[in-house]
């Protein structure tokens, strides 16, 4: 697997920077050339791809007859409320599309009706605003395999303190966690609430990441540096991985820094992280079951986290194909199961 590691990334770059824009000024072919070895330096090569695939491939469960229902994943999805219902039921949908066995929805009671409505696979709790939002999460703690916390969350202060007990209750449980959107507005408030726990996952948008950033680091992010500000904001987080959404998504651990590069398109409807999110959950949960064993040492945390970046990038790729301009995120989750097989099936 290609690594970079904090120092080399931070120092390749400034060398490249400095060289680069000398030889811009004297020799502009030999400065195309040097622009275009710190890319494929920065990105994977083929052959990198083709490691994480394997590690990848290597984590789904196999499907057989003696299984029971539940055992590839039970996941959990907290968020949705009076203005979003969109977002938590495509994290969901697309847990189960690329192979959960159930997805339980924790919204607000007002947004559960339109939740179920949407799609009779969810299963659906109206608890996320009660007073005893935390025990009813609680109760199902035991059964659930991963948590995906924030798609269409909102941040009325009522959900996001139950939120907030939600999480304390999870992480005293060890469950696998994926922080999304309005999730990550709540750990911006309170870095804390995370800080250190091995087991969480954080999915920023460049809004998400900079709030992040100037939350835990209280500075601008810098922009010219991807791969070592998301080092620096895992460093900061407690080594816990996270990943960076954007034209390349960067996955980090705070020790090394993985690149997405996957095709996609130039469509960026709503709801794209949500898939991102709602994949990264089961998967999270398979990485963790495998063991380090087979991603031949590799944390799973980032294994799960590039693998599930790699399947939203050729969902969209698919649902471009198709639809153009007029894609939307549920032409792309309608194509989980083919892109999930062109990739994972081996
Ligand atoms: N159908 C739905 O119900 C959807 C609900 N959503 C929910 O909407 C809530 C707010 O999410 P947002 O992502 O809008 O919140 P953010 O606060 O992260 O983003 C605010 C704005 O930043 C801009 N932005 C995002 N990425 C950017 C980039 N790379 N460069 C420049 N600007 C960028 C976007 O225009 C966005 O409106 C969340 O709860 C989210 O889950 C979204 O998931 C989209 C779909
Ligand atoms: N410029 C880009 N080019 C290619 N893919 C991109 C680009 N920006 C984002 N993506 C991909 O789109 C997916 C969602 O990222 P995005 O930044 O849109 O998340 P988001 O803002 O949280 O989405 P949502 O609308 O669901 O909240 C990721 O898998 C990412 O790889
Ligand atoms: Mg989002």
Same mark, same amino acid.
């Given at each position: 697997m290609t690594v970079r590691s904090c120092g080399a990334a931070a120092a390749g770059a400034a060398v490249v920077a400095l060289l680069s824009a000398a030889i811009a000024f004297h020799w502009p072919p030999l400065h195309a050339v040097l622009q275009r070895a710190f890319s494929l330096h920065t990105a994977h090569s083929t052959k990198d791809m083709e490691n994480l695939l394997q590690l990848v491939r290597n984590i789904v469960p196999a499907l057989t007859s003696k299984k029971h229902k539940g055992q590839d994943g039970r996941i959990g999805i907290v968020g949705g409320c009076q203005e979003y219902t969109g977002a938590p039921y495509f994290a969901g949908i697309s847990a189960l599309k690329v192979g959960a066995d159930l997805t339980h929805v924790f919204c607000a009671r007002e947004a559960a009706p339109v939740i179920k409505s949407y799609s009779p696979e969810l299963i659906v709790h109206?608890?996320?605003?009660?007073?005893?939002a935390v025990e009813e999460v609680e109760k199902w703690l035991p059964r659930l395999h991963a948590l995906v916390v &924030?798609?269409?969350? &909102?941040?009325d202060d009522l959900l996001l303190k139950n939120v907030r007990g939600i999480l304390e209750a999870t992480k005293a449980r060890d469950i696998p966690v994926v922080i999304d959107a309005d999730g990550l507005w709540l750990i911006a408030q %309170?870095?804390?609430?995370?800080? &250190?726990? %091995?087991k969480a996952i954080l999915t920023p948008n460049r809004m998400e990441f900079s709030r992040l950033w100037e939350a835990v680091l209280s500075s601008p992010v810098d922009t010219k540096d991807h791969s070592g500000s998301i080092l620096k904001l895992s460093q900061a987080l407690g080594n816990i991985t996270v990943v960076q959404k954007g034209e390349h998504d960067l996955i980090s651990d705070g020790r090394q820094v993985l690149v997405c590069s996957q095709e996609g398109s130039s469509r960026r409807c709503g709801g794209q992280g949500d898939l991102l999110s709602g994949s990264l959950g089961v998967m999270v949960h398979w990485a963790l079951l495998a063991g380090p064993e087979k991603t031949n040492g590799s944390s799973p945390l980032l294994v799960a986290s590039w693998g599930a970046c790699t399947l939203t990038r050729e969902c969209n790729h698919q649902a471009f194909q198709k639809y153009?301009?007029?894609?939307?995120t549920t032409d792309m989750i309608a194509e989980v199961g083919t892109a999930f097989s062109k990739l994972f099936t081996t």
């Open positions: 109206p608890v996320l605003d009660s007073s005893d &924030g798609p269409g969350l &909102g941040r %309170q870095p804390a609430l995370i800080h &250190g726990y %091995q153009g301009r007029s894609t939307t």
